[in-house]
């Protein structure tokens, strides 16, 4: 029996000498990948930023926190606000940024990411409400570089840069979005009036012309005259009575012959 238990709190001594072992060699090798930075802190005091690789640290002693250097994408919520010329819309956002100081972000910050957050939902509301909407929905890549530098003056501070702010959906009340719509018509009504007239007025500045032309012309009368029946006859089972005094096809002396004549 006390062999037994000899066996057995060897077995157990074992395993917990192994156990320790594994833990100190995960506390003491680590492995930093290419995009990662370790922040390495001695007694709680910084002591410095590994590379990628392998490193190796006091345990107990040492820690190390990780930043990811890569461009990360964060959506930002939904934000309700109020344009310049009074609308009231929701807007979405994405924005891109990377961590470029290490120390900064993990030692300086309690959490950057969530300070980039509100952050950039405070940066959104308060920059498009100083715009109107005719501006939020037409010059929306000024508007991005606007919230880009913005935002990056502030998460500079934190060692993160802000590559750049995209402005995703601009979505409206119904019945603004009615409202939008029968101006839009109402210009198009507009835009198409004012073409017509346009047309009229030259219309009738080339009859005005060409009526001009005629009467300094009685020939060129005549011939349109003639082109005009040659025109109508053309149409098939037609009949049209077309009354036009003779002289009106004769030269000028010619006419003044026929009407002497007449009087003889």
Known sequence: MGF??????????TVLVVAVIIWLLSKTLQVI???????????????GICGPGLVFLVPVVQTMRRADLRISVMEIAEQDLITKDNVSVKVTAVTYYKVTDSKKALLEVQNYKASISQLAQITLRSTLGKHSLDELLG??????????????????????????????????????IRAMAQEAEAERGRRARRITAEGEAE????????????????????????????????????TIVFPVSQDAFLPPSLAALSAALKQT
């Open 139 to 176: 010059e929306q890549d000024k508007l991005n570089e606007t919230l880009r530098s913005s935002l990056a003056s502030r998460a500079h501070e934190w060692g993160v840069e802000v590559d750049h702010v995209e402005i995703r959906s601009v979505d409206l009340a119904k019945s603004m």
């Open 4 to 13: 037994v238990l000899d066996h057995m709190t060897s077995w157990c001594l």
């Open 33 to 47: 990948n290419q995009y990662e930075r370790g922040v390495v802190l001695t007694l709680g005091k910084y002591s």
């Open 203 to 238: 219309a009738a500045a080339k009859l005005s012309e060409a009526a001009k032309t005629l009467g300094e012309h009685p020939a060129a009368l005549t011939l349109r005259t003639l082109a005009t029946l040659k025109e109508i006859g053309a149409e098939n089972a037609t």
